[in-house]
């Protein structure tokens, strides 16, 4: 429940953040200045939110914190979430929480 209550809070904040968080991702790939705005907000956050979403994980072989931190990379990555976003900040985050949830097994 933890995990999916985390990722519908995320996908909300990306939702309502959206066209100014869209064009600095984007712009950030050829404007340095806007890479440290980044690199001093949203990316701590997002690195702040994937360590707590794999703590649960953390008892796991080496292996499968491996695929539960890629899939948790995935789950919080907001172009990920620009692509699920037509199904709703609901049902999105229980589509990346079951792949985060399979991820030790895959």
């Known amino acids: 429940m933890r995990l999916r209550t985390a990722l519908g809070a995320v996908y909300a904040w990306y939702r309502e953040t959206e066209p100014m ?3 600095i991702l984007r712009d950030a790939e050829v404007v340095p200045a806007l890479g440290a705005v980044l690199d001093r907000g949203l990316r701590p956050w ?4 994937r ?3 794999e703590a649960p994980f953390t008892g796991r072989d080496e292996s499968a914190r491996r ?4 899939a948790v990379r995935v789950a919080v990555d907001f ?5 699920l976003k037509s199904l709703g900040d609901h049902e999105a985050a229980e589509l990346g929480a079951r792949l985060v949830e399979a991820a030790p097994a895959a």
């Open 21 to 23: 968080a869209a064009n």
């Open 67 to 70: 695929r539960v931190a890629a």
């Open 51 to 53: 360590a707590t979403l």
């Open 46 to 49: 997002q690195a702040a939110v």
């Open 79 to 83: 172009g990920t979430w620009r692509g």
